[in-house]
């Protein structure tokens, strides 16, 4: 898995984090079952703080890409792959709606309707 993070991105880092590790999923990269490498060596491939990679990684086991288990390590969960590229269309689509002036108010109402 070859991560990277885009220095010109604004986001907190543990957030672009994630973001990198969610399109890895997303893409295929890595699939459910799969082991992560440990939070200290992502954090030296990627250049940032263990703290900010452990942050990223909690983020995703929240959202139930990953799952943490004692002496296993990080893995991928099952179905992980497609809740990965839905979870990564829709942050696509409120970022789109933020920048045409829609919140997610606004955004909820459109999906309802589009039902």
Do not use: W
């Not at 070859?2 to 990269?29: F, K, M, T, Y």
């Not at 992502?42 to 942050?55: E, I």
């Not at 983020?59 to 990965?84: W, Y």
């Amino acid at each position: 898995m070859l991560l990277s993070l885009n220095i010109a991105d604004n986001r907190p880092l543990h957030e672009q984090v994630a973001g990198a590790i969610r399109r890895a999923i997303a893409e295929g990269e890595c699939g459910p079952g799969d082991r992560l490498p440990p939070a200290r060596e992502l954090s030296q491939a990627l250049g940032v703080n263990a703290n900010t990679v452990l942050r990223g990684l909690r983020a995703l086991r929240d959202e139930g890409l990953l799952e943490f288990r004692r002496g296993r390590g990080v893995t991928v969960a099952g179905g992980a792959d497609g809740r990965s590229a839905l979870l990564e269309r829709v942050r696509e689509l409120v970022a789109d709606g933020a920048r045409l002036g829609y919140g997610r108010a606004d955004l909820i109402e459109m999906i309802k309707e589009a039902q």
